[in-house]
């Protein structure tokens, strides 16, 4: 598949949790291959855009294109079908499987998935704990195995969710380096961080979202010159 073609795109999403109006008209579109980053305080609306993507909100208007195909109407196991694969904040790892069983337990949703011993490969870690109760592993490797898990699945698109946050700089490193050799393999990946100076090297564009609006983009090649706009609206 050729880079630099539009795999998701919205346009004007609106997104509700009961009555409480999260996202005002998000606007956004992301290229296939593409590493791009949705940046803001805490309450901007990050999490809740890549929770609208997955159909995971009480309510959704608006248009969302994945890979050509209008999913604002689409249930959230449709939309997983489309190539999507989320690994949300609280990593939901199945304590009492093993390592190894919870990468053995997500359905394939495309053709491609890796491989268990392409996931050890690029998480040693995980290799050396596969016997172990996902309940006994550290923070970093629950939130390896969260990530290696929709790996298995054959999913293009890649939500992540602060996955560095709370994590020691070793652990850190190794999902840079993971996210890296996904963009290489030709993933697309959309990622939520708070960690600025973890998104800053891999990401190839950047979205600020302030009030559940993006109010901002820009490509890395910006970044220089938009230091001061960034303290400013994130305080980084």
Avoid at 91 to 99: D, E, K, N, P, V
Avoid at 142 to 162: H, N, Y
Wanted: aromatic share 4%; charged share 20%.
């Amino acid at each position: 598949m050729a880079e630099g073609v539009e795999l998701l795109r919205l346009t004007d999403v609106h997104a509700w949790y009961g009555e409480s109006h999260i996202l005002h008209g998000v606007d956004l579109q992301v290229r296939r291959g593409e590493v791009v980053t949705l940046l803001g305080r805490n309450g901007a609306g990050r999490t809740t855009t890549l929770r609208a993507i997955l159909g995971l909100v009480g309510r959704r208007s608006g248009s969302i294109m994945i890979n050509g195909t209008e999913a604002i109407g689409l249930p959230p196991h449709a939309i997983a079908h489309l190539g999507v694969g989320y690994c949300p904040e609280e990593r939901g790892i199945f304590a009492s499987l093993t390592c190894e069983e919870n990468l053995l337990l997500p359905p394939a949703v495309a053709s491609g998935g890796m491989s268990l011993d392409e996931i050890y490969a690029m998480f040693p870690n995980l290799k050396e704990r596969r016997a172990s109760p996902g309940g006994r592993l550290s923070g970093g490797e629950q939130q390896m195995l969260s990530v290696a898990r929709i790996l298995r699945t054959g999913a293009k698109l890649l939500l992540l969710d602060e996955i560095s946050e709370g994590l020691a700089p070793v652990i850190v490193q190794a999902l840079g380096r993971a996210i890296r050799t996904l963009r290489d393999k030709g993933l697309t990946i959309v990622m939520v961080e708070q960690n600025f100076r973890f998104a800053a090297p891999l990401a190839d564009r950047f979205y600020v979202i302030e009030h559940g609006r993006v109010i901002e983009s820009y490509a890395a090649s910006e970044l220089a010159a938009k230091q001061d706009m960034l303290h400013e609206v994130l305080g980084v």
